[in-house]
């Protein structure tokens, strides 16, 4: 073998792989499994883009948001914490005096909301699931391919 066969054979494998994943692909949505999980038209990014295209795209874009999710979340974690921090300082020190029974009452109040809220989510939100779970379901190899990049931003 020569050097230069070396990158023939390796789009070779690729152009094969790209040719079975589309196969394995065509062959899962012709069973009912399929359709039952992600519906019968799975698919508008599917149609315009292969699935390779696809899982560049969904993971590039995910591993962005992952990336930027950990350093933000990193920013709002230290803020809250060395806000509670100081504040702790200042009630200790005895620059600030903090009223607990009010702030307990408060809490309490904000729980009761809460709870009442929450037990029937309103007509917006369930639409806007709706939404989503068949935007996953039709583009099902792109979001594939946005959690696996969305996890190894936040690893990285």
């Known amino acids: 073998h020569s050097l230069g066969s070396i990158p023939?054979?390796?789009e070779e494998v690729v152009e094969y792989l790209l040719d079975k994943s589309e196969e394995v692909v065509d062959?899962?949505?012709k069973q009912r499994w399929w359709n039952k999980i992600f519906g019968k038209n799975s698919g508008p990014v599917a149609e315009k883009?292969?699935?390779a295209t696809q899982l560049a795209i969904g993971g590039v874009s995910g591993w962005c948001a992952g990336y930027l999710f950990q350093k933000v979340?990193?920013?709002a974690a230290s803020a809250v914490g060395g806000g509670f921090f100081l504040?702790?300082?200042a009630n200790h020190t005895g620059y600030i005096k903090v009223d607990w029974k009010r702030v307990e009452r408060d809490v309490n109040k904000a729980k009761k909301q809460?709870?009442?809220n929450t037990e029937k989510p309103s007509k917006e939100v369930r639409t806007k699931v709706d939404e989503v779970?068949?935007?996953v379901k039709k583009n099902i190899v792109l979001t594939g391919g946005f959690a696996g990049?969305?996890?190894l931003g936040l690893a990285s």
């Open 73 to 75: 979340g990193k920013l």
């Open 49 to 51: 883009y292969d699935v």
């Open 87 to 89: 504040l702790q300082i």
């Open 114 to 116: 809460l709870k009442l």
């Open 133 to 135: 779970q068949t935007f």
């Open 8 to 10: 023939d054979k390796s």
């Open 27 to 29: 062959y899962a949505k």
């Open 149 to 151: 990049g969305f996890l």
